[in-house]
């Protein structure tokens, strides 16, 4: 049945009818690769997998301060029957030690230190009790591997560190740097062109005259591209001439993947933006009204590039600022998103991050009473929603944020969270 709004417009759709039209005949821009310097690519797509270049780290190290030891040499230790070590020298931070540790030795060492050869855990300083300068007691055993991180523990060498699509985080930063990856490729940002049109708009810094108002719906779309990853390219203020409209309209085509015409989608004599889209050629206009409010007028049309044949989403955003932000949302976001290049993870389908969600957690994790714990999860979507899965290691393993998309705090009062149980995620 065809819908009819108050003026008698016919063609009005949902706004589910509207976003099946223009997916029909979305066609993901070729974007162009880039590479840039890694402190500024923060939000940027990632234009092909990054693969660790060699084992990280690459040497054992230190999660404590305290003594590198062998193991076995603690083995039964204990406040009434200490073992006796030897210490035989300290482990400075940046070098590597020059020297095995034998049976009954041991060398201290501080976090983030190397190993000696030999050594295979670390005794913290709480559990050692000094005798002389060259001598400590080990009140308390450890085992092998115990207070270390073993070389590629947190990357093997050929590992997909990150994949082609993945918009990057501070943790993403972070790990690249690790790798030594200081130039980082990435998809070019989708440019989208703002045209502003009305008799009746003059420019921010102007003095309006009676009836003319202040161009601030550009500066508001302008944000908002910046935001969902966009760069933006401004066409000017257009008066309500259909020739001056069309001649912009195909200036932006010529190096833009999506054109917004701010004003000019409701219906009257002076608004020709639905004309000029379909004067370019087929498709056209897709739809011209939508039964949402606010934000009715809304025009969602297709041009074709001449040079490539390629396809530019078209939007006619109505001139109320309060319908602009929604149309934006509901309909330039996601082919701007879908612009970029990005893959979104499955679960995170209309999650934003810095959101706090809702999910069960899909494997108990014991808490220490006195201490607040902040786990770092994945996050998995299935039939009954969303559950969070813990990903376990040590807070100096970098890749464990990496592959974690948020966090869920165990109150410093708790001794856990049950498997199953309802927790907060706080994506970052």
Not at 19 to 29: F, G, N, Y
Not at 122 to 131: K, L, T
Request: net charge negative.
């Amino acid at each position: 049945m065809t819908i009819k709004d108050m003026l008698g417009r016919s063609g009005v759709v949902s706004r589910e009818e509207a976003l099946k039209a223009l997916d029909e005949h979305l066609a993901i821009p070729d974007l162009r690769p880039e590479d840039i310097p890694l402190r500024e690519t923060l939000g940027r797509v990632l234009a092909r997998d990054i693969l660790s270049p060699s084992d990280h780290p690459e040497f054992d190290r230190s999660t404590m301060d305290g003594y590198a030891v062998r193991s076995a040499d603690t083995f039964g230790a204990a406040e009434s029957h200490p073992a006796l070590l030897t210490v035989i020298g300290d482990i400075p931070m940046g070098t590597m030690p020059d020297r095995t540790i034998g049976k009954g030795e041991c060398m201290k060492i501080a976090t983030g230190g190397a190993l000696p050869q030999a050594a295979d855990a670390v005794v913290m300083f709480e559990h050692v009790q000094a005798v002389d300068a060259a001598t400590i007691e080990v009140v308390k055993p450890v085992g092998p591997r115990d207070h270390v991180i073993s070389a590629g523990d947190d990357l093997k060498k050929g590992e997909r560190v990150l994949p082609k699509g993945q918009v990057l985080r501070p943790q993403d930063m972070s790990i690249l740097a690790s790798i030594g990856v200081a130039t980082v490729p990435v998809f070019e940002k989708p440019r989208v062109a703002i045209i502003s049109t009305g008799n009746e708009i003059v420019s921010a810094d102007s003095l309006p005259g009676p009836g003319q108002i202040r161009d601030s719906n550009s500066y508001n779309l302008e944000g908002l591209i910046t935001l969902a990853g966009g760069t933006t390219r401004r066409m000017g203020i257009i008066p309500d001439n259909e020739d001056r409209l069309r001649t912009t309209l195909l200036a932006a085509m010529t190096d833009c993947h999506i054109v917004l015409f701010s004003g000019g989608s409701s219906v009257g004599t002076a608004d020709f933006t639905a004309k000029v889209i379909n004067d370019i050629g087929s498709p056209g206009v897709l739809v011209h009204g939508i039964s949402i409010k606010p934000g009715k007028p809304l025009i969602v049309g297709i041009v074709k590039r001449r040079t490539s044949g390629e396809h530019i989403p078209v939007f006619g955003l109505p001139g109320h600022p309060a319908a602009v932000a929604i149309c934006f949302e509901l309909f330039v976001k996601p082919v701007l998103a879908l612009f970029t290049g990005a893959v979104m993870h499955p679960a995170l389908t209309g999650i934003y991050l810095g959101q706090v969600v809702k999910a069960k957690l899909s494997r108990s994790v014991p808490s220490a009473p006195g201490r607040e714990d902040h786990v770092r999860v994945m996050l998995e979507r299935r039939d009954d929603g969303l559950w969070a899965k813990p990903v376990f290691g040590a807070s100096g393993l970098i890749s464990t944020l990496v592959k974690a998309v948020g966090t869920v705090v165990i109150p410093k009062n708790a001794i856990g969270i049950e498997t199953g149980e309802e927790v907060e995620v706080r994506l970052f």
